[in-house]
T-cell receptor, first 115, second 108 residues
Framework: DGGITQSPKYLFRKEGQNVTLSCEQN?????MYWYRQDPGQGLRLIYY???????QKGDIAEGYSVSREKKESFPLTVTSAQKNPTAFYLC??????????????FGSGTRLTVV | KNEVEQSPQNLTAQEGEFITINCSYS?????LHWLQQHPGGGIVSLFM???GKKKHGRLIATINIQEKHSSLHITASHPRDSAVYIC??????????FGAGTRLTVKP
């Protein structure tokens, strides 16, 4: 079955370490997104990519980096510069047709805890 | 003020009750999504609508573009409906804005 795989589901890291969250999709979707979810707040966009080898900053990109070397993969690195990295991270994807976006699909998320 | 406001924030119901969750938005949109997030964290898309009403099983979603308001209804609620329901709007610039979610608990 097609879908988005995020791994790992839970991740613990020491303060000051960089950590990379994986997101893989086999839906042949062009666009991929990373969101951060904090309690009581809506999802906030970190980075997005509409095409391979291209990505754009979202609303809260500081302290994060991404790459899009393959259509299927959009890893997110949480760097030591991110002041408050403990959160739930969701990856999503969709495709564009006729100027509109369809097929919005989410992964199951990664809960990152920095100690 | 958030661009997407949901109410209520938390909702507890008895099994069998009719449930309504509301969403108001302040931006021009091309579409509105209702999403369901289960305790494990994964999100599934329930509806995408840009006008009128859609029905899927016991779930009904409506939207009033003029009033910038949408509702999600659940008929004959069941404990397995317990989840966080998120309203999200796609602006005309194609970016998504999310509400903070409504946590629904249905008791047997």
């Amino acid at each position: 079955d097609g879908g988005i795989t995020q791994s790992p589901k839970y991740l613990f890291r020491k303060e000051g370490q960089n950590v990379t969250l994986s997101c893989e999709q086999n839906l042949n979707h062009d666009a991929m997104y990373w969101y951060r979810q904090d309690p009581g707040q809506g999802l906030r966009l970190i980075y997005y990519s509409q095409i391979v080898n291209d990505f754009q900053k979202g609303d809260i990109a500081e302290g994060y980096s991404v790459s899009r070397e393959k259509k299927e993969s959009f890893p997110l690195t949480v760097t030591s510069a991110q002041k408050n990295p403990t959160a739930f991270y969701l990856c999503a994807s969709n495709y564009r047709q006729g100027g509109f976006l369809y097929g919005y699909t989410f992964g199951s998320g990664t809960r990152l805890t920095v100690v | 003020k958030n661009e997407v406001e949901q109410s209520p924030q938390n909702l507890t119901a008895q099994e069998g009750e009719f449930i309504t969750i509301n969403c108001s938005y302040s931006v021009g949109i091309s579409a509105l999504h209702w999403l369901q997030q289960h305790p494990g964290g994964g999100i599934v898309s329930l509806f995408m609508l840009s006008s009128g009403k859609k029905k899927h099983g016991r779930l009904i979603a409506t939207i009033n573009i003029q009033e910038k308001h949408s509702s999600l209804h659940i008929t004959a609620s069941h404990p397995r409906d317990s989840a966080v329901y998120i309203c999200a709007v796609r602006s005309r610039a194609n970016d998504m804005r999310f509400g903070a979610g409504t946590r629904l608990t249905v008791k047997p």
